[in-house]
Structure formats: C-alpha cells, structure tokens
C-alpha cells in the first residue's frame, strides 16, 4: 500500500537540488517548491489512498504493531484492531530548530506524536522517552505505554587482538602510535560534538598531551553540513588532531571502542543511547551526559557530566586519563555476563 511511484520521484527532485544552479538560483527555487509538492502528494496517497487497503487486512489481525511510524490513517478510522507502536524519542517536539524540514511539518516523529489518542499502546525505550512522549501526547494513557530497554548485540565484546587493532586502525586512518579518544554519532546539532571538541582541545593544551587524537565516527546531517564546517575552523590547532572516520561497518566497531582510551557521548538528548552501552560492553571507559535517558544507560558505570559545560566534559577526559577506571569497567562486563 506504499506509494511505489512518488517515492522515486521525489528522491529524483531532491537529488537534482545538489547540482550547480544559474546565477539568480532559479533553478534550484523550482526544484525545492518541485520537492514540496512531491512530499505533499505522498503524504496524500500514503495516509488517504494506500492505507485503505492496510485498514481491510488489519481487522484480520489480533493486533497492529508499528516498530516506528503512526499507524496508517485509514485503519486509525476504520479499524478496531489493537495498535502498537515502539516509541523512541521527541528529539524534533524538544529541538525543533535543529530541523527545518519539522518546521515545515514534514515529520514522522511529530505525526507519531500529534497522533498517538487513548486507546495507542506504546514501548518506549526508556523511563525519560514515556516520560516525554506523556508530555508532549497528552491523549496517550500512561498505563497503555510499558518501558522496554534496548540492549547491545551480542558482537560488543571486549578485543584482546592486537592484529584486530593494526586493521582497523588501518582502515579509519588513525595513526600507529597514536592514542585516540572516541565519539561515534550522527553529526548533527543535538549531538553536542562541538562541545566535545572545544574540550578534548583543553585537555590536550592544560596537559601538555602530543600523543592522543580524535576520532570522529559516523555520518553527517545534510542540512548540518555547512554549520559544522564553520564549527570545526573555530577550533584552530585542535582541527589537526581530528580523525573523520566516517561510517564504521559493523565488523569494525568492537575493535574500534576496544582500542579507544576513552568514549566521549555528550549529547543534549537520547530516547536511549545505545553508544555509551555498546562502549562499555567492550570495555572502553565512556563520559557522557547527565541529561535525558543517559543516566539511565550508564548507571554508575561512567562519567556523566553537564553536555553543556566545556570545562566539565575535559575534566572528566582529564581524570580518565590519570585513574584506574578498570575496576568500575568490569563490574559493569561482570553484570552483562550474568
């Protein structure tokens, strides 16, 4: 019941919004009121045209379940079967400056939200993202949401291999000799990684440290682009201990925590924040925030300090790096293996 067609022409119209446009930008207007109208006519067809058909299999279920989106508008109407959804987080309802494609109202999270009425059921993934989605769903019933936990998969593991450890260092471009600190993210706003920077640059001056780069993993929010440009030029010497990673594969990633010296996770907000538990799984000590659902993930595992404090966020890289934190690190790989 998916609108099969609108799809590829909207990725088509958004694509062509990249290319070099003429002088008065005419082009590239044409193609993002183009783009608009694409998105209109799926939102159309998806909640009004398609989802008929979804409505008629639907009551031949004991239950629907939406392991993300609202469930379809026409089974919402028509239909009395159960609807389950997982709920993940409010990141657009709490930042929406951070995106301008939700102050357009183009957002599946925001229809989630605005949608969800008495008789949803949800999973959040933690206490903070039901606490959220109460406040911000008023119609949602607190006893119809139950609190289900994400975990780290079964390939977080501590790494002993030293050959395992040349090869990735090998692949993601950090160089032999060199320790690293970590952060593995989508680099958009909320992730707060200027922050983390501007304090990984403290640490490095107060300490007089030659030996310790930055790793920067993950990938990049188009619209973000520009401004992180901006945010890294800002950084003066500190840009050249920055390693962009990029997007790790999954085979690299135990490696890639195991070899870090530390974990850095400062974000403003998580639904749930799976890194810092992937992390120390593998047995790499984590700082992160003391904000949203993070105390929740860490425990008393790791450091979490005020995501919006510089000073704070390279004190804590500062005690990292002078305690002997191992002990905390396997109580924590104790638990995960009962």
Request: aromatic share 12%; charged share 25%; with cysteine.
């Amino acid at each position: 019941a998916r609108s099969c067609f609108l799809g590829p022409v909207e990725n088509w119209i958004l694509g062509k919004k990249e290319l070099p446009c003429n002088k008065a930008g005419l082009r590239r207007r044409v193609l993002q009121v183009a783009g608009l109208f694409a998105k209109v006519a799926r939102i159309l067809w998806d909640k009004h045209v398609g989802s008929r058909k979804v409505a008629k299999i639907a009551d031949g279920f004991d239950a629907f379940f939406s392991p993300v989106y609202l469930a379809p508008w026409a089974v919402r109407k028509y239909s009395k079967v159960p609807r389950f959804t997982i709920l993940y987080d409010t990141i657009p309802a709490i930042f929406p400056q951070f995106s301008p494609v939700t102050r357009l109202g183009f957002s599946w999270n925001f229809d989630l939200i605005r949608g969800l009425r008495e008789d949803d059921r949800g999973f959040a993934i933690s206490e903070c993202t039901k606490r959220d989605f109460l406040r911000f769903a008023p119609r949602l019933r607190a006893e119809n949401v139950d609190i289900v936990p994400l975990a780290a998969g079964a390939n977080f593991h501590p790494v002993k291999d030293e050959g395992e450890f040349r090869r990735v260092r090998d692949k993601y471009g950090i160089p032999e000799g060199r320790r690293y600190v970590l952060s593995l993210c989508t680099i958009a706003p909320h992730k707060n990684l200027g922050r983390a920077l501007e304090a990984f640059g403290q640490f490095v001056e107060k300490g007089g440290i030659h030996d310790v780069v930055f790793v920067l993993a993950g990938g990049k929010w188009g619209f973000f682009e520009g401004k992180w440009a901006a945010m890294l030029k800002k950084l003066g010497k500190t840009r050249e201990l920055i390693i962009p990673a990029g997007y790790i594969d999954d085979e690299d990633l135990a490696a890639l925590y195991a070899g870090a010296e530390m974990f850095v996770y400062p974000s403003l907000y998580e639904g749930f924040g799976l890194p810092p538990l992937e992390a120390m799984q593998c047995g790499t000590p984590v700082i992160t925030s003391n904000v949203s659902s993070l105390p929740e993930v860490v425990g008393d595992a790791a450091i979490t300090v005020d995501p919006e404090s510089v000073d704070a966020l390279a004190e804590a890289m500062e005690r990292l790096s002078t305690e002997d934190v191992n002990g905390v690190l396997q109580e924590f790989l104790n638990f995960c293996n009962q």
